[in-house]
């Protein structure tokens, strides 16, 4: 994040790329189908199952990136809701622009991009917790009153931005 030139998009890009290298070719068209309801370039879902099934089957999958995960529900009150309990991004780092670049906006654009199922992370600064909506549309970072403004209190990064 700190090497010069570095940019927001070259982040997400990494991180995008990273997770679909993860799915394995199978993955992808398996869950587009039976998931998203994207059938012959067509997209008729996403299925109702879909949200609650991916938060289900998630924690197997993408524990060892970001933490330990339980099912829980969406902001909605809907199925489909994952709580992580300590995000390791935010715990190893405990920098905002860490936590929005090399996560939630690139795993939040990965869902909805290449496996057509929108997700909101809604990540707690204070506890390091991290709610995961399979199946809710995010909001815009400039417009999500849950997200503080500038670094976090503390941050390593803005110390050694400075420097």
């Keep these: 994040m700190l090497r010069p030139g ?18 394995t070719p199978v993955m992808p068209p398996v869950y587009k189908t039976f998931m998203s309801g994207v059938i012959g370039g067509r997209q008729y879902g996403p299925w109702p199952w879909a949200p609650w099934l991916t938060s289900f089957v998630t924690p197997t999958f993408f524990g060892f990136l970001v933490g330990p995960s339980r099912v829980n ?40 991009q290449y496996l057509g199922l929108p997700l909101t992370v809604t990540p707690n600064f204070a506890t390091q917790e991290c709610q995961w909506s399979f199946g809710e549309v995010p909001k815009e970072p400039e417009a999500d009153p849950r997200l503080p403004p500038g670094c976090l209190s503390g941050c390593p990064t803005r110390e050694a931005l400075r420097e």
Excluded: I, W
């Excluded at 570095?6 to 290298?21: F, I, K, N």
């Excluded at 809907?78 to 936590?99: H, N, T, Y």
């Design 6 to 23: 570095q940019t927001a998009e070259a982040q997400h890009r990494m991180v995008y790329d990273t997770l679909a290298g993860l799915m």
């Design 73 to 112: 529900r969406r902001s909605d009150g809907s199925l489909g809701g994952l709580v992580v309990e300590k995000c390791k991004f935010l715990q190893e780092s405990g920098c905002k622009g860490l936590c929005m670049n090399q996560c939630k906006l690139p795993a939040q654009q990965f869902f909805d």
